[in-house]
């Protein structure tokens, strides 16, 4: 099925781990992103692409990397987590122009708990 | 920062009233666009509203734009318990390297008692 998947839907780290939460989509979106959400501060922007080879910083990037090697997928990596990274992540992407009338697609999320 | 604010923070109606969200926001966009999430679920895009139109309709659904003032609504009308849900604004800001950017306003959680 067409749209964005993401994985694991869930995942719990220890302080000080690292790990990657992966995003895939099969649209052929030249735009992905990855947001955090948290109680009351609604969706925050991490990082987003506009391309393959193309990324940028969000709202939060700090603790937070990624890469856009292909099109389709557009991994976050957490290089040491904390515990101030507990949050649900979500995923999105959309055809660049948006003036076509698209909205984003967004993954199902994951949520992380760091303890 | 977040861009959009939005009130009321949450709204408790009966089934086959309307209810009415309301988005301000603070600069230049391209567009506004609402979406919809389920508790637990993703967020689901509902509509999108261009910077140069001032209504739009989907349904059940009607969206207004005043980009003097900086705001938007979204107008569901004959609600439904199915309409139970958190409606967030999101605006994609006009120009350079923002392009793309989404920024979301922190939700209104509406409650639709059958």
């Known amino acids: 099925n067409a749209g964005v998947t993401q994985t694991p839907k869930f995942q719990v780290l220890k302080t000080g781990q690292s790990m990657t939460l992966q995003c895939a989509q099969d649209?052929?979106?030249?735009?992905m992103s990855w947001y955090r959400q948290d109680p009351g501060m609604g969706l925050r922007l991490i990082h987003y692409?506009?391309?393959?080879?193309?990324?940028d910083q969000g709202e939060v990037p700090n603790g937070y990397n990624v890469s856009r090697s292909t099109t389709e997928d557009f991994p976050l990596r957490l290089l040491s987590a904390a515990p101030s990274q507990t949050s649900v992540y979500f995923c999105?992407?959309?055809?660049?122009?948006?003036?076509?009338?698209?909205?984003?697609?967004f993954g199902s999320g994951t949520r992380l708990t760091v303890v | 920062s977040q861009q959009g604010e939005e009130d009321p923070q949450a709204l408790s109606i009966q089934e086959g009233e309307n209810a009415t969200m309301n988005c301000s926001y603070k600069?230049?966009?391209?567009?506004l666009q609402w979406y919809r999430q389920n508790s637990g679920r993703g967020l689901v895009h509902l509509i999108l509203?261009?910077?140069?139109?001032r209504e739009k309709h989907s349904g059940r659904l009607r969206v207004t734009l005043d980009t003097s003032k900086k705001s938007s609504s979204l107008l569901i009308t004959a609600s439904r318990a199915a309409d139970t849900a958190s409606y967030f604004c999101?605006?994609?800001?006009?120009?350079?390297?923002?392009?793309?950017?989404?920024?979301f306003g922190q939700g209104t959680i509406l409650t639709v008692h059958p």
């Open positions: 999105a992407s959309s055809y660049l122009r948006t003036l076509e009338n698209y909205g984003y697609t």
């Open positions: 649209m052929n979106h030249e735009y």
């Open positions: 692409s506009v391309g393959a080879g193309i990324t």
């Open positions: 600069t230049s966009i391209n567009n």
């Open positions: 509203i261009r910077s140069n139109e």
């Open positions: 999101a605006t994609d800001e006009s120009g350079g390297t923002s392009y793309g950017k989404l920024t």
